[in-house]
């Protein structure tokens, strides 16, 4: 990997807190499409409130409907709950937001939202949450400290 593309991935990790395989597969494939996709969802994602009619709560439950409806990007699930309720969402607006994208993207959307909802209780995930204290109200004893895991729990 280039020094050009290290420092792309670096940029991502010190906004996101971490990076994902396709970050990884477009610095090796070409740095600049780590670079104009790093710039891009970094301004679309995190950008200044100035002149937003979105403020970060509401992107990132918006980003959590879209997640569950495109059926499969747990790791995105994950990460937009999480970042909602930092920037002063409730889990009953995570968990709305989920259910909402069930009306068009069909209900098996939802239960896969659903599963990372439990495996957040229990304090398991893909996604490393530094820094992110809350989660979802566990049931019983108290909840495990969250563990990044490599694959998710089969229902």
């Known amino acids: 990997m280039t020094p050009e593309a290290q420092a792309e991935l670096d940029k991502i990790r010190a906004v996101r807190g971490y990076t994902l395989p396709l970050h990884e597969v477009m610095a090796e494939a070409n740095p600049e499409f780590i670079k104009r996709y790093g710039e891009l969802a970094s301004f679309v994602i995190f950008g200044p409130g100035e002149g937003r009619a979105l403020d970060l709560k509401t992107r990132f439950l918006v980003m959590v409907g879209i997640t569950t409806a495109v059926k499969g990007d747990r790791e995105g699930i994950e990460w937009a709950s999480m970042r ?3 920037n ?4 009953q607006e995570v968990y709305e937001a989920a259910f909402l994208a069930g009306l068009p993207a069909g209900f098996p959307a939802f239960e896969a939202a659903a599963r990372v909802f439990q495996d957040l209780k ?3 995930g893909l996604v490393p949450q530094k820094g992110i204290k809350s989660k979802p109200a566990a049931s019983g004893h108290g909840a495990k400290k969250a563990t990044p895991r490599k694959t998710p729990k089969k229902a």
């Open 84 to 86: 909602a309720v930092q």
């Open 122 to 124: 229990e304090g398991v």
């Open 88 to 91: 002063g969402a409730t889990w």
